[in-house]
């Protein structure tokens, strides 16, 4: 069975860096598209970023543009984001994701459990 497995979050001051780490398991021909999401308290979950498992193509969310990286990594089956220049607004879980169609922000049908990432000012 598939599985996504987080990882990575952690406290760091504004202006901080992180990377987020996403294991991928199972059958993992079936995802077209990996992404993270985020969700802070009290709040929707909202999309981050996006990429595509064959070809790398990425998107990203305008409040992340320029400040996070996301990658993948198709011999380890997992993908990542980097995450610089931290914001308290930055401050959520996120999860990673997966989808089994090549998709921009919707459609994902696999979800990690969630790293929390708390940035301090």
């Known amino acids: 069975q598939e599985q996504l497995v987080d990882s990575g979050g952690g406290t760091v001051q504004v202006g901080g860096s992180l990377r987020l780490s996403c294991t991928v398991s199972?059958?993992?021909?079936?995802?077209?598209?990996l992404g993270w999401f985020r969700q802070a308290p009290g709040k929707e979950r909202e999309f981050v970023a996006r990429?595509?498992?064959?070809?790398?193509?990425?998107y990203y969310a305008d409040s992340v543009k320029g400040r996070f990286a996301i990658s993948r990594d198709t011999a380890e089956n997992t993908m990542y984001l980097q995450m610089n220049d931290l914001k308290p607004e930055d401050t959520a879980v996120y999860y990673c994701?997966?989808?089994?169609?090549?998709?921009?922000?919707?459609?994902?049908?696999?979800w990690g459990q969630g790293t929390q990432v708390t940035v301090s000012s």
């Open positions: 990429i595509l498992w064959k070809g790398g193509s990425q």
């Open positions: 199972g059958r993992t021909f079936n995802w077209l598209t």
């Open positions: 994701a997966a989808s089994p169609i090549r998709t921009m922000t919707t459609q994902f049908t696999a």
